[in-house]
Nanobody
Framework: QVQLVESGGGLVQAGGSLRLSCAAS????????TRWYRQAPGKQRELVAS???????FYADSAKGRFTISRDNAKNTVSLEMSSLKPEDTAVYYC?????????WGQGTQVTVSS
């Protein structure tokens, strides 16, 4: 069973930066596509960024140019480097691992950006 633990969330002023990390245990991490989602209060969960097992990346328009997703297969971690943060980036951020029909979610980490 794969377990995921996110960390790195917190309170930051607009324009600031945060680095989120997601540590995985169990499974074959290098085979999974890993994704970061976020969910703001009253809104649907949305995909922020994704990185495949081959390190191909995808970013939502809202994240392009400001966020960078990366993975370290040796450490079984996926990270999301966020810069130039805006109040509208405030949300709970979740990591997700996907492999075929299997998917696993972390518990989420809160990011709050003050104006």
């Amino acid at each position: 069973q794969v377990q995921l633990v996110e960390s790195g969330g917190g309170l930051v002023q607009a324009g600031g930066s945060l680095r989120l990390s997601c540590a995985a245990s169990g499974g074959i991490f290098s085979a999974y596509t890993t994704r970061w989602y976020r969910q703001a209060p009253g809104k649907q969960r949305e995909l922020v960024a994704s990185i495949t097992s081959g390190s191909n990346t995808f970013y939502a328009d809202s994240a392009k140019g400001r966020f960078t997703i990366s993975r370290d297969n040796a450490k079984n971690t996926v990270s999301l480097e966020m810069s130039s943060l805006k109040p509208e980036d405030t949300a709970v951020y979740y990591c997700k691992l996907v492999h075929g029909i299997a998917d696993y979610w972390g518990q989420g980490t809160q990011v709050t950006v003050s104006s």
